[in-house]
């Protein structure tokens, strides 16, 4: 029985464990600012398809009551008309078509602010899943180290007891003691603030990470991102408006055919004659209407060069953004080599640390040296084994970083 609970006790302690993809495809489908991104695209998709249905006739129907005093021959005191009216243009100079075409680039645009989004989203859970593995492994690096001055305080009151020690030294290994469990608590606060963001921005606990890395970069070519493409696309959409105020100067030709039936209470009356002879209980009327505009004072002129200075300006953006890209791009290709080196250095300092400490330690324990030799050789040790992780972790944020300004989307690389 005591196997089987030994058994299940790990199952149930890691059983809410989460890998980086995990936390990510998670956050897509329940982060609350991609599901507003999502709603403000669907807003876009159902302006253009209400745009598309421009291009259909509109049909009207109506009623009316007037009571008109004094009643006359032509004028009945109370008329009732109900009517239904058919409208369509029949020729717009094209200003139908541009500003569909206008509201499909806003829509694409919209697309794209949602999928460069995500991206932001996925950049953002991966560092703050790094910063829970760095905070975690100082943490564990200085508990390690609590463990050992406890041993050595145990050791030196021992020798007290005995004569062999004074109590200074016990007094210098506690005050190092204390200030460890210090930092240790300052830097659980500081995890539980980066596993609180990483809870906001996926939606899991992440209390229990289970470990991931990224894919080893290898050349990539760059690919402009989301935020020139959306600029480009907002372009478009400019050039789209400026077409549609040009047709405004273009012949606007409209057909529009009314029926309307009528009845009449209250009405005077000729002699021999009904009181609503002369007049109609139906009617149908067609109009074919065309109209254009010869003259605004430049209006419509000064409108389209407004929005053509409007375009100009984003497409300067648009430069600038991918300048601002390749630039990123190149410092973090320079950023991956610096830390590659960094963590070489990492990795011999901690072999050389720990070498130094198994000597120290033996010396302290037999007299040989002192509390201060031993508590450097102590510090040595705990800071490179915190120092070599936390250069892991930052290799694999920094890998991250180098995907996204490659124009890629960091999660694919995820192993």
Do not use: C
């Not at 975690?136 to 007891?161: D, T, W």
């Not at 696309?233 to 050039?239: E, I, S, T």
Request: hydrophobic share 40%.
């Amino acid at each position: 029985m005591k196997k089987i609970v030994l058994l299940i006790f790990p199952l149930i302690l890691f059983g809410k464990a989460y890998d980086l993809k995990a936390l990510i495809e998670h956050a897509h489908m329940q982060n609350l600012q991609i599901m507003a991104k999502q709603q403000s695209a669907q807003s876009k998709s159902k302006e253009m398809q209400a745009q598309q249905s421009a291009y259909w006739p509109t049909l009207d129907i109506g009623a009316s009551y007037a009571h008109t005093t004094p009643v006359t021959l032509v004028t009945p005191g109370r008329t009732t008309v109900g009517y239904a009216k058919v409208q369509m243009d029949i020729y717009d100079g094209g200003r139908k078509k541009a500003l569909l075409n206008a509201k499909e680039f806003v829509y694409r645009a919209s697309l794209l602010e949602k999928e460069a989004f995500v991206k932001s989203v996925t950049l953002n859970i991966i560092q703050h899943y790094y910063t829970v593995k760095k905070l975690q492994a100082m943490i564990f690096a200085m508990q390690q180290q609590s463990q050992e001055l406890r041993a050595q305080i145990r050791r030196i009151r021992n020798f007290v007891k005995a004569g062999l020690a004074t109590s200074e030294e016990i007094d210098k290994l506690q005050a190092v003691f204390d200030d460890n469990q210090y930092r240790i608590a300052d830097s659980r606060l500081m995890l539980q603030t980066s596993r609180e963001q990483l809870r906001l921005l996926t939606g899991l606990s992440a209390e229990h990470l289970k470990n991931s890395h990224l894919k080893e970069p290898k050349k990539l070519a760059f690919h402009p991102y989301e935020e020139s493409k959306i600029l480009q696309a907002n372009v478009k959409a400019l050039d789209a408006k400026a077409d549609a105020i040009d047709a405004g100067y273009r012949p606007q030709v409209q057909i529009e055919d009314s029926y309307s039936r009528s009845h009449y209470d209250d009405v005077d009356a000729l002699p021999g004659f009904g009181g609503d002879s002369f007049l109609p209980d139906h009617q149908n009327k067609l109009t074919l209407s065309v109209n254009m505009r010869l003259f605004d004072n430049g209006k419509m002129k000064k409108e389209r060069e407004a929005v053509q200075y409007q375009k100009l300006a984003l497409a300067s953006e648009g430069a600038y953004a991918i300048a601002k890209q390749k630039m990123q791009f190149k410092l973090a290709k320079s950023r991956l080599g610096s830390i590659r080196t960094k963590l070489k250095s990492a990795k011999s300092a901690l072999r050389a640390a720990k070498s130094t400490y198994r000597v120290i330690v033996k010396k302290f324990e037999t007299g040989l040296v002192d509390n201060i030799a031993y508590l450097d050789a102590l510090n040595k040790v705990t800071f490179s084994q915190a120092r070599y992780k936390e250069t892991l972790y930052d290799y694999e944020i920094a890998k991250s970083i180098y995907y996204y300004y490659a124009g890629r989307d960091p999660k694919e690389y995820i192993r």
